[in-house]
């Protein structure tokens, strides 16, 4: 399955996916980051992984000049594909059109692999800032309802939130994939151990309970900015 950044998006305090360090008092002040784009740049065998880097750097600063409220990098650590993963925050469909009728595309060189592009909704707001971030990414039975697929992302993003002490929730609105993604926060993987400790008991529960998952990912990043 693909990961995605987040991812975000991804990828929060109270008004971030990706939590940067500022503050939710801060982030409520400025912006509702209702909104995320998300991409996935794949690192190519046999290239410089800094290269690579120092470019979606750049990338990433045009897009803020451009008009996102907020963006960063991260870098795959564990998990799946050996890729970057860059987020964008916006408060409105307004802000995203004004954003992108008015952007010129440079004529760049492509330095990464594949890449993918996803827009999705900032469902829940409580992730603080960290240095790691991992993400869960969840699909569900194609037979449910939306909503009935909403209610099992809510269950599991409740564990999350309680056993790493603040997650953000996000959920597909274009782009590949019909997806949730929960994404919380660590500062070393001795916290991160501490936190698996933490959601032992709260999984528990939901063991014997039917929660239609259709597939399930899990993505560890550290940030680069």
């Known amino acids: 399955m693909k990961k995605y950044l987040l991812c975000g998006l991804v990828f929060l305090s109270s008004g971030y996916i990706y939590a940067d360090g500022h503050s939710s008092a801060e982030a409520s002040k400025k912006h509702e980051n209702n909104f995320?784009?998300?991409?996935?740049?794949?690192?190519?065998?046999g290239s410089n992984p800094a290269t690579l880097e120092k470019s979606l750097l750049r990338?990433?600063?045009d897009l803020k000049d451009?008009?996102?409220?907020?963006?960063?990098l991260l870098r795959h650590a564990f998990g799946g594909d050996r890729a970057f993963y860059s987020y964008c925050y916006f408060d409105s469909?307004?802000?995203f059109a004004e954003i992108n009728d008015n952007v010129s595309n440079a004529d760049v060189r492509q330095l990464y692999g594949d890449h993918?592009?996803?827009?999705?909704a900032v469902d829940e707001k409580n992730l603080g800032p960290s240095k790691y971030l991992v993400m869960a990414t969840y699909s569900f039975g194609p037979y449910l309802t939306m909503a009935e697929r909403g209610e099992r992302a809510k269950i599991l993003f409740d564990i999350y939130d309680e056993?790493?002490?603040?997650c953000n929730m996000m959920s597909h609105v274009w782009g590949p994939g019909l997806e949730w993604q929960i994404v919380c926060g660590?500062?070393?993987?001795?916290d991160f151990a501490k936190k698996n400790a933490a959601l032992a008991p709260l999984i528990e529960p939901i063991m014997t309970q039917k929660l239609d998952i259709l597939s399930h990912s899990d993505d560890i990043m550290v940030r680069v900015q």
């Open 163 to 166: 056993g790493f002490g603040g």
């Open 116 to 120: 993918e592009d996803r827009l999705v």
């Open 36 to 45: 995320a784009y998300l991409s996935t740049y794949t690192i190519p065998a």
């Open 66 to 72: 451009e008009g996102y409220n907020n963006c960063g």
């Open 186 to 190: 660590f500062d070393s993987y001795a």
């Open 59 to 61: 990338n990433v600063q």
């Open 93 to 95: 469909w307004e802000q």
